[in-house]
């Protein structure tokens, strides 16, 4: 999970000091910066670290999957009970790569169609992460806050780490204990999407393990 779980544990050691984010402090022989920059510093500025596509490039790889899962769910749903969809969090529903933050990382917007639709269409919208389960309160609220319903959340125990596809599987398989059905499986790692407990699998791009 390289870079993310660099982030992840910098984000353990921040949560365990203070709930509070931290105040930024000008630099006083910085000039202002002129309202372009302003703009243009908003704005994803592509690789963490040279080798992988820019952002725009990695969405462009997006969107003709989220396309094939919304035409699949279109078709599916309404002949499905108690439907439900798995999503991976990390580089598939939130930008965690391009645009991490402790408390806020963006929506994918190509993902998040795919699950308001299923949601409009009547499916339960889970999520299976390679999170650990302390980050739960601050998990939850990110996804909520960028558009996600959240009828299920499944975050890492301590030893899980070191076998995420059986803990993902496990955590599918839970779901259909409850009734569901389990129509798609979408993530951007082969451990997201192995395993079976789903109808069908959709993965986004991980550039050979670059987006954990």
Do not use: C
Request: glycine share 8%; net charge negative; aromatic share 10%.
């Amino acid at each position: 999970m390289r870079s993310l779980r660099v982030s992840f544990i910098v984000a353990a050691v921040t949560v365990g000091l203070s709930w509070a984010p931290a105040t930024a402090v000008a630099d006083p022989v910085a000039p202002n910066p002129s309202p372009a920059a302003v703009q243009n510093s908003l704005q994803p500025t592509g690789s963490l670290f040279g080798n992988e596509p820019s952002y725009d490039e990695w969405i462009a790889d997006v969107v003709p999957v989220a396309d094939e899962a919304k035409a699949y769910l279109e078709q599916r749903l309404p002949s499905t009970d108690n439907p439900a969809v798995v999503f991976d969090i990390d580089n598939t529903t939130l930008e965690t790569h391009y645009n991490f933050g402790l408390f806020r990382v963006p929506a994918i917007d190509p993902m998040l169609e795919v699950a308001q639709l299923a949601e409009e269409r009547g499916a339960a919208i889970f999520f299976v992460t390679g999170r650990p389960g302390f980050l739960q309160p601050i998990t939850r609220p990110n996804l909520i806050s960028e558009g996600y319903t959240v009828d299920g959340l499944y975050q890492t125990g301590l030893l899980d780490v070191f076998n995420l596809q059986k803990y993902k599987t496990a955590a599918r398989a839970d779901i259909e204990s409850e009734g569901y059905t389990i129509v798609a499986n979408i993530g951007n790692n082969a451990s997201d999407l192995a395993g079976g407990h789903a109808e069908r699998t959709f993965k986004l791009p991980d550039y050979d393990g670059a987006l954990s």
